[in-house]
């Protein structure tokens, strides 16, 4: 069974440009979520797609948003990039997102570098 | 604000050392997982606890779920340098939203 796949796996911007990252979940699972990882913060919770809908989202500007596709494959958008949104995005595919045993997948991340 | 606090955030041991990492709430999880991370790629699943007081093992790991589902730690015995990475632990809560501790980052010495 292939993993979560995330492309690209780097990438380099400027300031006030936009980007679009994308993410294949594992072949079942109906729920993505996405991450923000930085040395500072850890990891931050983005937000979470379900049968393309967003069913969780977490603290983050509106310049960051996301949709997920009927395959439920996802892509995240940053828009008007700032220097400190660089970081490792992860992107992470469960069954359901929910329930006692809820069990996240991840993928291997994007590098986004903001210059 | 749900905070995991996860201690110590470094950790360097000789090989054959065991070692305790700490996952720490003031809130109650309705499971908990613990992740290893390793440089320039994603967090790996390491085990889920969901019942208050359990305890699961995977080899020469050993993790442990509060009584009260606040907290939990992770036992390493005989510490190998494949056993280095970041580890991570992460809470699902009842809004059913996962946070994320800051991790430890584990580093041993052959």
């Known amino acids: 069974k292939a993993g979560v796949t995330q492309t690209p796996r780097y990438l380099i911007k400027t300031r006030g440009q936009q980007v679009t990252l994308s993410c294949s979940p594992i072949?079942?699972?109906?729920?993505v979520s996405w991450y923000q990882q930085t040395p500072g913060q850890g990891l931050q919770f983005l937000f979470e797609y379900f049968s393309e809908t967003q069913r969780n989202k977490g603290n983050f500007p509106g310049r960051f948003s996301g949709r997920q596709f009927s395959n439920s494959r996802s892509e995240m958008n940053v828009s008007t990039l700032e220097l400190g949104d660089s970081a490792l995005y992860l992107c992470?595919?469960?069954?359901?997102?929910?329930?006692?045993?809820?069990?996240?997948?991840f993928g291997p991340g994007t590098r986004l570098t903001v210059t | 604000t749900q905070l995991l606090e996860q201690s110590p955030q470094f950790l360097s041991i000789q090989e054959g050392e065991n070692l305790t990492v700490y996952c720490n709430s003031s809130s109650v999880f309705s499971s908990l997982q613990w992740y290893r991370q390793e440089p320039g790629e994603g967090p790996v699943l390491l085990v889920t606890v969901v019942t208050g007081g359990e305890v699961k093992k995977l080899k020469r790991l050993t993790f442990q779920f509060g009584d009260a589902r606040k907290d939990s730690s992770l036992h390493i015995t005989a510490a190998q340098p494949g056993d280095t990475g970041l580890y991570l632990c992460a809470g699902e809560n009842r809004d059913d939203k996962i946070i994320f501790g800051k991790g430890t980052r584990l580093h041993i010495l052959p």
């Open positions: 992470a595919s469960s069954l359901t997102g929910q329930g006692a045993s809820y069990e996240q997948y």
């Open positions: 072949s079942g699972h109906r729920s």
